[in-house]
T-cell receptor
Framework: KQEVTQIPAALSVPEGENLVLNCSFT??????LQWFRQDPGKGLTSLLL?????REQTSGRLNASLDKSSGRSTLYIAASQPGDSATYLC??????????FGTGTRLTVIP | GAGVSQSPSNKVTEKGKDVELRCDPI?????LYWYRQSLGQGLEFLIY????????KSGLPSDRFSAERTGGSVSTLTIQRTQQEDSAVYLC????????????FGPGTRLTVL
């Protein structure tokens, strides 16, 4: 069974700092990988999706990379802002159709 | 609709009662998923629909849980004889079944079993 791990579990940074969130998965036979954001009491907002054939995707200040062979993905956030404070979830989709989620990284950006 | 919608947003029920949770997927999305997020735990998969059929029910935790989908659109997750451990946020997602297959999530239903 696919297992997804996210490190660190929590992270606090001062506003303006660049940061990296890490995700690792045990089965490299994936179809795609998604990064989500979850605000307290809210649903999930899709941030970036990387197909298995891709190495990275960028959206604004966000950049996600994928190294399928080593089972790793990173989410890079540039010039962090207080509005970036949320829980960030990594999820992989394999041969089965459902997503396997990590337990998330809770990010706090301090003004 | 513009996005995935779920109702109710909050549901408080007494132990032993049955509850129904509703999901309206994005128009045209043939794939629909139910997940559960329990306090202090990650998101776990419950069931997957392709059209009106459910080829993967492997995540349903017990036979008290069932789901159906009609008209290739709306889905209902039913929990019978609710228990306190059923308290969680139930999230629905939908996707296309080709191309990126990106999953889009609804806001969830927070279920509290007293």
């Amino acid at each position: 069974k696919q297992e997804v791990t996210q490190i660190p579990a929590a992270l606090s940074v001062p506003e303006g700092e660049n940061l990296v969130l890490n995700c690792s998965f045990t089965d490299s036979a994936i179809y795609n990988l998604q990064w989500f954001r979850q605000d307290p009491g809210k649903g999930l907002t899709s941030l970036l999706l990387i197909q298995s054939s891709q190495r990275e995707q960028t959206s604004g200040r966000l950049n996600a990379s994928l190294d399928k062979s080593s089972g790793r993905s990173t989410l890079y956030i540039a010039a962090s802002q207080p509005g970036d404070s949320a829980t960030y979830l990594c999820a992989v989709q394999g041969g089965a159709n459902n997503l396997f989620f990590g337990t998330g990284t809770r990010l706090t950006v301090i003004p | 609709g513009a996005g995935v919608s779920q109702s109710p947003s909050n549901k408080v029920t007494e132990k032993g009662k049955d509850v129904e949770l509703r999901c309206d997927p994005i128009s045209g999305h043939t794939a629909l998923y139910w997940y559960r997020q329990s306090l202090g735990q990650g998101l776990e998969f419950l069931i997957y629909f392709q059209g009106n059929s459910a080829p993967d029910k492997s995540g349903l935790p017990s036979d008290r849980f069932s789901a159906e989908r009609t008209g290739g659109s709306v889905s209902t997750l039913t929990i019978q004889r609710t228990q306190q451990e059923d308290s969680a946020v139930y999230l629905c997602a939908s996707s296309a079944t080709s191309g990126l297959r990106e999953q889009f999530f609804g806001p969830g239903t927070r279920l509290t079993v007293l």
